[in-house]
């Protein structure tokens, strides 16, 4: 994508302008209709200013300005007018244009106002993403944590498609929170009044799970002695959960496609379709593909599932979290039991650091309830520590951002308290902040 899109029907003064903006370090394409230019922008998206001439063979450049204007009103468009053509730029800026030159005009006046269109589009831009970065952060925030490039770049995916309807497929390890993450997605959607409905489907019998699925008439089977209102029915208008969805048996997989198709659910025993309004979120530990490919899932099901996928990283891949969920988990478990808030020493935070974590953040709540209750931890061992080998430099550089997050923690943000807690100098802790990729605004007040 380019910054500017310029557009005028004179090849000689594209030429010029051409040069010009190359001189200046503008990165610009050149259209010789409003046509050519709209083609641009739909392939390729929005630049950062557009500039076109008034008087264009086919669409006009008002005509351009408004087709881009309607498509977003934030874009500067910058008008090249005649004198017979100003009360009509001027009506154009009314209706949302940036600015208009009238000819004849210097380079200078031309790269001016494009450089000052091009710092506000920027400045637009930028607080539109922070705007974003702000509402993941307020809206998932107090469920979702850590500040690790995945979980940033999952909760920003999440805040854009939790008001959606499309049904989501969440792929990730057992105890890495898909759950979690469902409940996310259906509390900050339109569906929040309505319920959600989680079910395991590795935990149903496999003779049970139609009816519990689905539902039933009375004396559909043996054993059916009252109508039974199944999982889909029962989520009508919220949100179903079916984790651990590749467990489900064959003959339910097609009956959840034709639901999943057609919105409608028929309960066993009765041939009426009741239509029903629901998002469905599945959760799976497996690759569905690989198991589609074995014939262990049906593929129709699977591609009518992935349509947003989204992966949740193990916790041994982001370790720079550990501190501050640690910490959140110990904040839970010592309201649950009456019992204060222990406080994590430099040698049990070096053992958390150092354990790959298989149960992922399932384990590291119960280490932390653990440690809540007997003030000290199990020994954490596994077969990948065992196998692995880290450079002594990287286990260095590991413990020592965790120890600087951990106390920042603690002191919510005080650079002073920090320093005296680490005995490090206001410099020094500066430094390895920056290194570390920690600010101080993070730690106050949060809420973990």
């Known amino acids: 994508m380019r910054d500017v899109y310029f557009i005028d029907d004179e090849t000689d003064l594209r030429h010029a302008y051409q040069q010009t903006f190359e001189l200046e370090d503008i990165d610009a394409a050149f259209f010789s209709s409003a046509e050519e230019a709209l083609l641009a922008i739909k392939e390729q998206g929005l630049p950062l200013v ?44 009314k209706d949302g244009a940036y600015d208009f030159i009238e000819k004849p005009f210097s380079s200078k006046r031309l790269i001016d106002t494009i450089r000052r269109a091009i710092e506000k589009q920027k400045l637009i831009r930028e607080n539109e993403a922070l705007r974003r970065k702000l509402k993941a952060s307020q809206v998932l925030g107090p469920r979702i944590i850590g500040t690790n490039e995945d979980i940033v770049a999952l909760k920003e995916t999440i805040s854009q498609i939790a008001d959606t309807q499309t049904d989501v497929l969440i792929l990730g390890e057992t105890g890495t929170g898909k759950e979690l993450v469902a409940r996310s997605l259906h509390e900050h ?14 935990a149903v019998p496999e003779n049970l799970i139609e009816s519990e699925l689905f539902g039933h008439e009375k004396g559909a089977f043996t054993g059916a002695d009252s109508l039974r209102v199944g999982k889909f029915e029962h989520a009508n208008k919220g949100t179903l959960f079916l984790d651990e969805i590749e467990s489900m048996p064959m003959q339910a997989q097609i009956r959840l496609l034709r639901v999943l198709q057609e919105r409608t659910v028929e309960r066993i025993g009765s041939n009426t379709s ?36 989204l992966s949740l990283p193990p916790l041994r891949a982001r370790k720079d979290d550990i501190p501050a969920l640690f910490h959140h988990f110990l904040l839970i478990a010592s309201d649950r039991h009456g019992k204060a808030t222990p406080t994590l020493d430099s040698q049990s935070l070096n053992h958390l650091m ?95």
Request: proline share 4%; charged share 30%; with cysteine.
């Open 189 to 202: 959607s339109t569906r929040n009044a309505h319920p959600f409905v989680a079910i395991n489907c590795g």
């Open 354 to 448: 150092q354990h790959d974590w298989p149960g992922n953040i399932r384990e590291l709540r119960n280490a932390a309830e653990r440690f809540v209750l007997f003030r000290k931890l199990d020994p954490l061992t596994n077969e990948r520590e065992k196998a692995e080998t880290v450079a002594l430099a990287d286990k260095v550089a590991e413990f020592e951002r965790a120890a600087i997050e951990q106390a920042l923690i603690e002191n919510g943000g005080s650079i002073k308290h920090t320093m005296q807690m680490l005995q490090l100098a206001r410099k020094t802790l500066y430094d390895k902040m920056q290194r570390y990729g920690l600010d101080k605004e993070d730690y106050k007040n949060a809420d973990l």
């Open 50 to 93: 557009v500039v076109s001439d008034i008087r264009l063979p086919g669409l006009s450049g008002i005509d351009l300005c408004r087709t881009v204007i309607h498509r977003n009103p934030d874009l500067p468009v910058v008008l090249i007018t005649g004198h017979g053509d100003i009360a009509t730029a001027v009506d154009a800026m």
């Open 274 to 309: 009741r239509p029903i309004d629901i998002r469905v979120i599945a959760a799976t530990k497996t690759d569905l593909f690989e198991a589609s490919e074995q014939r262990q899932f049906r593929q129709d099901l699977y591609y009518r599932l992935n349509v947003v996928t």
